[in-house]
T-cell receptor
Framework: NAGVTQTPKFQVLKTGQSMTLQCAQDMNHNSMYWYRQDPGMGLRLIYYSASEGTTDKGEVPNGYNVSRLNKREFSLRLESAAPSQTSVYFC??????????????FGPGTRLTVL | QQQVKQSPQSLIVQKGGISIINCAYENTAFDYFPWYQQFPGKGPALLIAIRPDVSEKKEGRFTISFNKSAKQFSLHIMDSQPGDSATYFCAASTRSGGSNYKLTFGKGTLLTVNP
């Protein structure tokens, strides 16, 4: 099993460009998450999908959109990239929905720079 | 509003010493407290977790101490090894709406264990 995979690993964008970050998991997990990690800020939740067909905003959703394409895939889209979106983006998944005691499995991350 | 406060930001320990990282929270609705470990260039991975109905949980050299009345919990790493050098995040889980749950992370502690 590959676990959680993310593409691309690295990306450089110019201000105003758009792009989609891809995430897939092969663990048959129900819930999926997108986080951003900035120096000194920890991990902040952007959007999550508790189960296939549902998505909800997290702590920092502005400037992002998501699509839960199917149970395996959860994509994050930047419609008009801004330098403030320069960050490392992590996708995660967890087996259960509606349960607090729920380990999240993280992907390797996408390092995005917006010039 | 930072809901989970983590300290220190960085910590240097000698090999064989004890590493202690502390977290404090305000929201009494939190009901699951995991610690994640992250090595450079990798995604975070669950290290150990505790529920608020116990005061301590030990797994090998790693122990979580939980003080519900003080709303504090801490990670102790006994006999610290250079291979423990990583960033550690505490987190807390709470219901985010309906039957969904989400994690709130602390800002992280960079641990360096010198040989």
């Amino acid at each position: 099993n590959a676990g959680v995979t993310q593409t691309p690993k690295f990306q450089v964008l110019k201000t105003g460009q758009s792009m989609t970050l891809q995430c897939a998991q092969d663990m048959n997990h129900n819930s999926m998450y997108w986080y951003r990690q900035d120096p000194g800020m920890g991990l902040r939740l952007i959007y999550y999908s508790a189960s296939e067909g549902t998505t909800d905003k997290g702590e920092v959703p502005n400037g992002y959109n998501v699509s839960r394409l199917n149970k395996r895939e959860f994509s994050l889209r930047l419609e008009s990239a801004a330098p403030s979106q320069t960050s490392v983006y992590f996708c995660a998944s967890s087996r259960l929905a509606g349960v607090s005691y729920n380990e999240q499995f993280f992907g390797p991350g996408t390092r995005l720079t917006v010039l | 509003q930072q809901q989970v406060k983590q300290s220190p930001q960085s910590l240097i320990v000698q090999k064989g010493g004890i590493s202690i990282i502390n977290c404090a929270y305000e929201n009494t609705a939190f009901d699951y407290f995991p610690w994640y470990q992250q090595f450079p260039g990798k995604g975070p991975a669950l290290l150990i977790a505790i529920r608020p109905d116990v005061s301590e949980k030990k797994e090998g050299r790693f122990t979580i101490s939980f003080n519900k009345s003080a709303k504090q919990f801490s990670l102790h790493i006994m006999d610290s090894q250079p291979g423990d050098s990583a960033t550690y995040f505490c987190a807390a889980s709470t219901r985010s709406g309906g039957s969904n749950y989400k994690l709130t992370f602390g800002k992280g502690t960079l641990l360096t264990v010198n040989p």
